[in-house]
């Protein structure tokens, strides 16, 4: 091993000292950068993980929608099938309506689906947390958990929908003329997990829906399922290629649909990994602090190196390379640290909130009761290698500061 | 050409002081031959430690020549040819006084177990022996002293240098490590250079030289 390294690793570990303290501090101070910066980041991850699972989940891997409405749905799936990586398809047609139940209205987003298909490319069940998606016929409707709150509906209790369409016709209805709305029952409650849509969504069968908008057969698109491991804008792409250009069809990844809001996830988990580099920055700081005091103290050990026949390249090597050392011991102490804690992160979770009393609303706002997590490698290689290049520049000004020293004046130094 | 291991021509240094310009050193001649021992005596400030350092390369003359061992001097040759002994003995505090005597060998490369025995052998040599696993901070001061001297021999140098070796010590340690060091470079046939400010130390080297004004006599 050179002196260099030698001398380095005997500063940081003195012999016959069983706790070095300065070492043991700068080491800590990375590693709790290292170990925020996983947690926040696959946390993070986490939460965006499930958010593209529970988009796909909800969408399928690709969508076809037309211009308009698209005439015969049936004979599109079949030359979807006949495209190599296309899985499954299904139909659906959605549109605004208003549920009434017990006269509390609501307005969500209606689906029609094809109760029979849509399990081939939306796992649907997964997310049914009562009654039973097979009991979904014409005259009923399975509704979000949060829209089925806001209602009271209960299972089995008939609700009451208006169409735009049923609007129409009771506003063109003349004398004693009754328009009858259409009743569906209660047959089951989803939760995605999403307020959004567990608030503002119900689900029925495609060709109630049909009927409810006067759609006939036409549907407004077909989800599609791909396999597995394939790039989903890649087979949109081929989609695109294979679909009739006369119906100005067009075929959109999940990702594409939801690129704005992908993006905003994206960005904001960027901008907290900047922000929280900056914790790993403020440790490197006292590293070059440490390290400078160092250098100080030791102005006449470094001028000996000098007179003993050290360059000034090998004397900056040594307090560079300590710099590098605590990055790494930093970097493996903030890893385990940052997973072991992401290992109990329910439990932690658990005792927050039973001393905050905040479990209900954890549930009600965040939508969770396990915190999600989820390591991107490129952010796992992110953090190791900054962590261990800040570290290693934060030796870099002292390892100059002593490459500079000259032996002789060093040695003469009070 | 000249037999002598250390030869200096016309050394000059000066340093300003402000607007002062003070000749320390006004052309210093000196040779010292391989074995010899020379004491170099001289009032504080005379420029005794600034001869030591153009000496030993860690300093540049303004002007005049030096050579080792009939060579220019340059200073990666230093750490095989000089070994360098200081008034405050310089150990590494970190490490122990086996890990001190070996890290002159180090510099040179990683340290094998031939300059392992050696450095053994030199701390046996001055007496060390049991205390080879004690850090500095355990040592007397003679004793880190002694630790300096075996880290000074230990590459094999040809010179060595000394810059008032005792001045850190009592009489009688000093006198103990003055023995010491004379005996080594007698038994390697080690060239020695001793600053001292002690006359009875100087008057135990083969010969004696007093600086004044600049300029080298003997003493």
């Known amino acids: 091993m050179p002196w260099y390294l030698y001398l380095a690793l005997k500063q940081l570990f003195p012999t016959g000292r069983r706790f070095p303290f300065f070492t043991a501090i700068s080491v800590l101070g990375v590693a709790l950068g290292v170990a925020v910066l996983i947690i926040s980041s696959s946390v993070m991850g986490g939460f965006g993980h499930k958010i593209r699972e529970m988009t796909v989940d909800t969408q399928g891997d690709v969508q076809v929608r037309g211009d308009g409405l698209i005439a015969d749905p049936a004979a599109l799936q079949v030359q979807l099938m006949k495209i190599p990586g296309v899985v499954a398809t299904t139909p659906f047609a959605e549109g605004p309506v208003a549920v009434i139940y017990q006269l509390k209205p609501q307005f969500p987003g209606l689906q029609g689906i094809d109760p029979n298909r849509i399990g081939n490319v939306i796992p649907l069940n997964r997310y049914i947390t009562g009654g039973s998606l097979a009991a979904l016929d014409d005259d009923s409707i399975i509704l979000g958990s949060q829209l089925a709150i806001a209602l009271g509906a209960r299972l089995g209790d008939k609700v009451e929908v208006y169409s735009p369409l049923a609007f129409e016709k009771l506003r063109m209805s003349k004398g004693d003329e009754v328009f009858l709305p259409r009743e569906l029952r209660v047959v089951g409650y989803f939760e995605f997990g999403h307020q959004a849509l567990d608030g503002s969504v119900a689900l029925v069968p495609l060709r109630a829906m049909q009927d409810l908008y006067g759609l006939g057969r036409a549907v407004h698109g077909i989800n599609i399922k791909i396999t597995h491991g394939l790039d989903a804008d890649v087979m949109a792409e081929r989609i695109n290629a294979a679909l009739p250009s006369p119906q100005h069809l067009r075929a959109r990844s999940w990702i594409e649909i939801n690129q704005d809001f992908l993006f905003v996830l994206q960005f904001e988990r960027n901008m907290m990994f900047f922000l929280l580099m900056f914790i790993v920055v403020v440790a490197a700081f006292s590293v070059t602090s440490s390290l400078l005091i160092a250098v100080v103290r030791k102005t006449r050990e470094i001028g000996l190196l000098g007179a003993l026949g050290a360059k000034p390249r090998q004397v900056a090597a040594c307090f560079c390379f300590q710099g590098f050392f605590i990055g790494v011991a930093g970097t493996l102490v903030g890893l385990g640290l940052g997973f072991g804690v992401l290992g109990v992160r329910d439990n932690i979770i658990e005792i927050f909130a039973r001393i905050t009393q905040s479990k209900a609303a954890l549930l009600r706002f965040y939508q969770f009761s396990h915190l999600p997590s989820y390591t991107e490698p490129s952010y796992l290689v992110a953090t190791i290698i900054g962590t261990i290049g800040i570290s290693t520049l934060a030796g870099l000004l002292p390892a100059w500061r002593a490459a500079k020293l000259k032996p002789v004046e060093a040695l003469r130094s009070e | ?219």
């Open chain 2, 1 to 219: 050409m000249s037999d002598a291991i250390l030869s200096g021509r016309g050394l000059a240094k000066a340093y300003l002081s402000g607007d002062r310009r003070i000749e320390v050193l006004r052309g210093v001649d000196l040779e010292i031959l391989p074995g010899e021992s020379v004491s170099i005596r001289g009032e504080s400030g005379s420029g005794k430690s600034t001869l030591l350092n153009l000496l030993s390369g860690l300093d540049t003359a303004d002007s005049g020549e030096l050579a080792w061992a009939g060579a220019p001097a340059h200073g990666d040759a230093r750490a095989r040819f000089l070994g360098m002994v200081f008034q405050s003995f310089y150990l590494i505090p970190e490490i122990d006084a086996f890990a001190n005597v070996l890290m002159a060998a180090r510099m040179l490369g990683a340290p094998g177990a031939v300059e392992r025995a050696r450095a053994k052998d030199l701390l046996a040599r001055v007496g060390l022996a049991e205390r080879a696993t004690h850090l500095p901070s355990q040592l007397s001061g003679g004793e880190r002293q002694r630790v300096a001297v075996a880290r000074a021999l230990l590459n094999s140098p040809r010179l060595l240098l000394a810059d008032e070796p005792t001045g850190n010590l009592d009489e009688h340690t000093g006198d103990a490590v003055i023995e010491l060091l004379l005996s080594l470079c007698r038994e390697t046939g080690t060239a020695l250079a001793l600053v001292t400010h002690n006359v009875a130390h100087a008057k135990k080297t083969s010969r004696q030289l007093f600086l004044h004004e600049g300029k080298l006599s003997h003493g």
